[in-house]
């Protein structure tokens, strides 16, 4: 049997209330699946209330696409229709996000409810999955407290990237500090020093900051991160900070929080790619760290980068 146009679809949708869609916009269960068996035409942009478990079925029925441009359409539409908010409904489908490299990227989701976040808490979990899974929030630009708290209890052995946020205030901080991921807010380009040391003390292993300046304070309690600290995109640094960070552990835990072993050579590494010169104080400090700073000897780069 032929696909119908979407026009015949809404016209049906119509008569199935008995009255003009234009008065009801509602999207049923019903009209739902007839939309799905016309991918090349989908549109759900006329509807403004849906009936319960529609969002599920809508990006649930990518799985059976073979076409990523109508995979990708399909999630864009939900997304357009949630009004970038990430819901509960869309959470409940969290697995549909995820691509064959154990990546769950939500585009263009500018903000997630708290129960959306506690569904990702409660369903999404490490030990599930035979590859390392990354959480990619990049979009987001808001994050509650309690959205926080339930995005750092998810069990992640990769990445947990929220570089759209521009802040962090110091409760956001402490509940993220529990993640067991690797943390990337490198959108966040201040920090008070109470956040900074809430954020040094995390269970995971690693973290990104897009910080362009940093009180000597806050990179006293950043010295105590376990494992890498990304810092790129500071262009000075102070004598003070330098010999601070020279501090940061050079060595990576045996085991990740989840008990992993931990691969690679052992060393930790201080990414510091923004400086362009350091004194000849910072550079005696920095140059003693016991890792490496942008994956190079310390004291060669230190010396490179000498006044």
């Not at 015949?8 to 949708?13: D, E, H, N, R, T």
């Not at 407290?145 to 521009?166: D, F, H, M, V």
């Not at 003070?240 to 050579?265: F, I, V």
Request: with cysteine.
């Amino acid at each position: 049997m032929p696909s119908l146009p979407i026009s015949a679809l809404f016209i049906g949708s119509a008569c199935w209330y008995g009255h003009d869609m234009s008065e009801e916009k509602l999207l049923t269960m019903e009209i739902a699946e007839g939309l799905v068996a016309n991918p090349e035409s989908f549109d759900i942009s006329p509807f403004e209330k849906w009936d319960k478990d529609v969002i599920c079925f809508i990006l649930e029925s990518t799985y059976e696409l073979d076409d990523p441009n109508y995979q990708n359409s399909f999630k864009s539409e939900v997304c357009n229709l949630m009004k970038g908010v990430l819901t509960y409904e869309v959470a409940e489908a969290f697995a549909v996000f995820a691509d064959d490299f154990g990546k769950f990227h939500f585009n263009n989701y500018s903000s997630i409810e708290d129960k959306a976040a506690e569904i990702l808490a409660a369903q999404m979990d490490q030990s599930d999955y035979d590859l390392e899974i990354h959480l990619y929030l990049n979009e987001l630009t808001s994050l509650s407290e309690t959205a926080a708290k339930y995005l750092s209890q998810i069990r992640l052995s990769g990445w947990l990237e929220l570089n759209g946020l521009t802040e962090v205030n110091e409760e956001v901080a402490s509940h993220l500090s529990s993640t067991t991921a690797f943390l990337s807010l490198a959108g966040v380009e201040t920090l008070s020093d109470e956040a900074a040391r809430n954020l040094s003390q995390r269970r995971g292993i690693g973290l990104t900051l897009g910080l362009t300046s940093i009180s000597d304070q806050a990179a006293e309690h950043l010295s105590n991160v376990i494992g890498g600290l990304d810092l790129d995109s500071l262009s000075t640094l102070s004598d003070k900070a330098a010999d601070s960070l020279s501090r940061l552990d050079g060595k990576m835990p045996p085991t990740d929080p989840l008990g992993e072993p931990m691969g690679g050579d052992g060393k930790v590494c201080l990414s510091l790619e923004g400086l362009e010169q350091l004194s000849d104080a910072s550079a005696n400090s920095l140059s003693k760290f016991r890792g490496l700073i942008n994956f190079k000897d310390p004291k060669e780069w230190a010396d490179s980068l000498r006044q």
